[in-house]
């Protein structure tokens, strides 16, 4: 569970199934439990491979972060070979479980995925900044993989969706990569946080981030895919979340930091839920 990130694959797990769930929405078709399960089953899969894959290629950087120093690559609970054929076996088969029993579209976005978080963003991250957004792009298309494997097609409800949980993943990271920051730069990691001592440049960029956030949960009530009391409540999560990024950019302390990063692991499940909830067919 460790090598595989279990806490993150759960969160692509979860995401996948609210595109799978708001896809079949927007058909009027009903749920297809036996094609979810399906679609879990190769996404989860898809997901714990890029956790494998990542951990692989960051040994080295791993044993020199406390936080992640006790994970098994680097503590040598397992051989790298055997982590590579780990990671191997679940990459084909998750990728091509979902070509054969879903669809190919879903197989391909899973495999995008995949393929963006192993091999550009997990290097980038020691090169340059821009990392957290190519990051945030692999982070944000588990959604879509639920969407095509529902029999949905690209709309503005699809884009909606990949910008939600691509906007929302970056306060988040904001808010880890300066709590953390001294132990990103010593391992080597390029963040926006790096020698950003007074959290001026790092809250500003949370406050732009969540701004952005708050602008985009209009979309469904413009567009008209979700409910008034949807979107009010989205907007109301959304402000919160910039209130918080405000906080932090006034104030700019490790308790102001980490108040933004626990919001957001609260604001996902509301602002999913109230989509749910209020989505119209």
Known sequence: MSLTKARLSVLVIVTTIVGYLLAS???VQGVDWANLLHTVIGSGLAAGAASVFNQLMEIDVDSKMDRTAGRPLPKRKLPAAAAFSIGWMLAAVGIIHLAVKVNFAASAIAAATLGIYVFIYTPIKRKSSINTLVGAISGALPPLIGWYAAGGVMGIEMWFLFALLFLWQLPHFLAINWMYRDQYENAGFVMWSNGDESGGRTSALAVVFSGALVVLLSAPLIF???SLWAVLGLCVAGIIMLLLALNFRFNRTRAAARRLF??????????LGLLILGWRV
């Not at 626990?262 to 602002?271: A, D, E, G």
Request: no cysteine; charged share 5%; aromatic share 18%.
């Open 25 to 27: 929405k927007s058909l």
């Open 224 to 226: 008209s895919f979700a």
């Open 262 to 271: 626990l919001y957001t692991l609260l604001f996902l499940p509301v602002s």
